[in-house]
């Protein structure tokens, strides 16, 4: 298996604009996670799915932010619009529940708005 | 309110000094501890699953620990592959994980 696939890697863009970030997780895991990393503030849970529904999106920061699972084997997590502050790096991670918990994670996508 | 936090900072030791790393948390219910390795420019990487007080589990050089109220990372006659941030993280109700700031160590030949 190839594992969590993000994509693009890099992602720069100016503010105002809107930014889709692309995560394809391992297949026959049934959890997939959304998380931000910044120097400030660590990583920190944005949203999590379980078999594609929604389960808790109390991490996203505002509106501006919504995340999508289309399928077992997609999903996106959008900027509408960016500001700079979003600058960071967003992982997604897929888990398969019965294997100690441990979450595999993407390479993640680093994003500057400027 | 739920806290975990890693010490120190930054570790540096020289190659084949041992050491520790601490997790010390306040949760509510913890369902689970867990130790990740993040390398520059990755994501973390899975390491260990600890659950109640008085595991212990081990990989390679690392050996993984766990009491009522923290966690040590025991890293014995430590290489310079073995550089890299940990983190150490706690699973809360539903599955909501909270990872500490982490512990950069940096492993000199």
């Known amino acids: 298996d190839a594992g969590v696939i993000q994509s693009p890697r890099h992602e720069v863009t100016e503010m105002g604009q809107e930014v889709t970030l692309r995560c394809k997780p391992i297949?026959?895991?049934?959890?997939l996670f959304w998380y931000r990393q910044t120097m400030m503030r660590g990583l920190e849970l944005l949203i999590y799915f379980n078999n594609n529904v929604p389960i808790d999106d109390s991490g996203m920061p505002e509106d501006r932010f919504s995340a999508k699972m289309p399928n077992a084997s997609f999903s996106t997590l959008k900027i509408q619009p960016s500001e700079p502050r979003d600058s960071a790096v967003y992982f997604c991670?897929?888990?398969?529940?019965?294997?100690?918990?441990?979450?595999?994670f993407g390479s993640g996508t680093r994003l500057t708005v400027v | 309110e739920d806290q975990v936090t890693q010490s120190p900072e930054a570790l540096r030791l020289q190659e084949g000094e041992s050491s520790s790393l601490n997790c010390s948390y306040t949760?509510?219910?913890?369902?689970?501890l867990f130790w990740y390795r993040q390398d520059p420019g990755k994501g973390p990487e899975f390491l260990f699953t600890?659950?109640?007080a008085g595991e212990e589990k081990e990989k390679e050089r690392l050996k993984a620990t766990l009491t009522k109220k923290e966690s040590f990372l025991h890293i014995t006659a430590p290489k310079p592959e073995d550089s890299a941030t940990y983190l150490c993280a706690v699973l809360l109700r539903g599955n909501d994980m909270r990872f500490g700031a982490g512990t950069r160590l940096t492993v000199k030949p």
């Open positions: 297949s026959g895991h049934d959890y």
């Open positions: 600890l659950y109640s």
């Open positions: 949760v509510s219910g913890l369902r689970g």
């Open positions: 991670a897929s888990q398969h529940r019965g294997t100690d918990y441990g979450y595999t």
